[in-house]
């Protein structure tokens, strides 16, 4: 292997660095020199900072210098070290993933940083290309995905469009729960407590006498509307670029607008989706998908990208369907057992009651603190029930729970890691059990569907 057929990636990486890090070191050390009127601290600590600096810029250099690489017909081989040199050499079809990431910076310069998911148990797992010309990043992706689609078939597959969100649905999702609950209490607030009439907000304010409350109630409105604007202009960074594309094998996502990433993700690859709505997107039918891929080596267990953000609903099951052999949204819906949703309240609040009603008599603050918890409890553990629900077909689990935040989980049962068959006391007289359930540890980490009868416990473990 001869040392001069091997590529330096782009020296406009380096220099890029050398010139911010120059630039915040001068602001840094110019600050506390005139903070401190250049006493003889500050110069000496001056002194040390720009010799730590001056090694850092020296380290990236000789990273620089020393990492070589060379794209073959069949295999890019990436080489290191000045004394003992080392080859790594990675056959195309063996990257299981690319991400691809730059900066405003780097978008200027045309150079881009690839990042090449192997999927070896090692340290080597990840190989990073930082600072690569774009021309340079784009050959590297045509042959990997000419190999990949070429390997047992000579047509090669081109990437066709599937999905990019609408301003309205980035807007929508951009509206947190938080924010949700606070507009209600606050609209709550205004028609009961100070007898303003919503639907003509502005008329009641101007016609109210009370100054200091109009003043603070038009304070409060544009808070939330700065709040929610700032929200969208947030989320609109990060998914107003986003295109989702496909072809036989892979998926690829663009997002970004000053700092681009695209992905690519190996549809093998994937085990386990997630389909998550929060309250806003509930609302107008909305979800997103996430794709949780295998994990590339030791220190990167499991790597998360968002395959399709803020989708109508029955769109995005389309997509899934149509696109994953291996893995089928099925619809789960809401446990209607009336007789079960009866027991689970009675058992669940005999005992409470009747501490109560002990309580009561001794001090009745306690009891009605006590009785609050004790509404939650019941609450949660009734609503557990009724919005947890899970199906296992063709050896794929669909699990579904939340109720203001939805959550739907499609994975395959060969990669469940770990399951635990549990009965509480009250389970045990409803003839129940409880069903946890762990996938590689993440993301699926023990969760847990209560109160399952016997006949689907039976054909779960099968499925399993």
Request: charged share 20%; hydrophobic share 45%.
């Amino acid at each position: 292997m001869k040392n001069d057929s091997y590529l330096r990636t782009s020296i406009i990486g380096f220099m890029l660095f050398f010139v911010k890090d120059c630039f915040a070191t001068f602001l840094l050390l110019l600050t506390t020199l005139f903070t401190t009127h250049f006493s003889s601290k500050a110069i000496i600590f001056s002194y040390i900072f720009i010799i730590i600096q001056f090694f850092l810029i020296l380290k990236h250099f000789i990273e620089w210098i020393i990492f070589g690489y060379k794209l073959n017909d069949n295999s890019i081989t990436i080489r290191k070290g000045i004394i003992n040199i080392s080859y790594i050499d990675i056959k195309y079809k063996e990257i299981k993933q690319i991400n691809e990431h730059a900066s405003l910076w780097d978008r200027i310069f045309k150079i881009t940083n690839l990042s090449l998911n192997i999927g070896f148990e090692s340290n080597d797992g990840t190989i990073r290309l930082n600072s690569l010309s774009t021309l340079e990043a784009s050959k590297l992706k045509y042959k990997v995905t000419n190999n990949k689609n070429t390997a047992n078939d000579t047509k090669e597959y081109k990437p066709y469009y599937v999905y990019r969100p609408t301003i309205k649905n980035i807007f929508i999702s951009s509206i947190s729960s938080f924010q949700i609950i606070f507009v209600v209490i606050f609209i709550d607030n205004l028609t009961d407590r100070f007898n303003i009439n919503i639907s003509n907000i502005s008329d009641s304010l101007l016609t109210s006498n009370d100054v200091s409350l109009c003043i603070k109630i038009s304070i409060i409105i544009t808070i939330i509307t700065i709040l929610i604007f700032l929200g969208f202009i947030r989320q609109y960074i990060n998914y107003g670029n986003f295109n989702l594309f496909s072809d036989k094998e892979n998926f690829y996502t663009t997002s970004g607008f000053f700092n681009t990433t695209t992905t690519s993700i190996y549809k093998d690859n994937v085990y386990t989706l997630l389909e998550y709505s929060s309250i806003a997107m509930n609302l107008f039918n909305l979800m997103k998908v996430d794709a949780f891929t295998i994990s590339s080596s030791q220190n990167e267990n499991i790597t998360k990208d968002p395959l399709i953000p803020f989708i109508p609903i029955k769109r995005g099951i389309s997509i899934i369907n149509k696109e994953f052999k291996g893995l089928k949204h099925i619809d789960l819906g809401l446990k209607k057992n009336k007789v079960d949703a009866s027991k689970i309240l009675l058992l669940y609040s005999t005992f409470p009651f009747i501490i109560f009603i002990i309580l009561f008599s001794i001090n009745r603050r306690i009891s009605y603190v006590f009785l609050f918890i004790s509404i939650i409890y019941i609450g949660n553990t009734l609503i557990n029930y009724i919005f947890t629900n899970i199906n296992s077909n063709n050896k794929i689990l669909n699990i579904r729970y939340g109720f203001f935040i939805r959550k739907h989980y499609i994975t395959k049962a060969k990669d469940i890691e770990r399951i635990y068959i549990q009965q509480s006391f009250y389970e045990k007289i409803l003839n129940k059990w409880s069903l946890k359930i762990c996938v590689r540890q993440h993301p699926i980490k023990n969760i847990k569907i209560r109160f399952i009868d016997e006949n689907t416990l039976r054909h779960l473990l099968n499925q399993i």
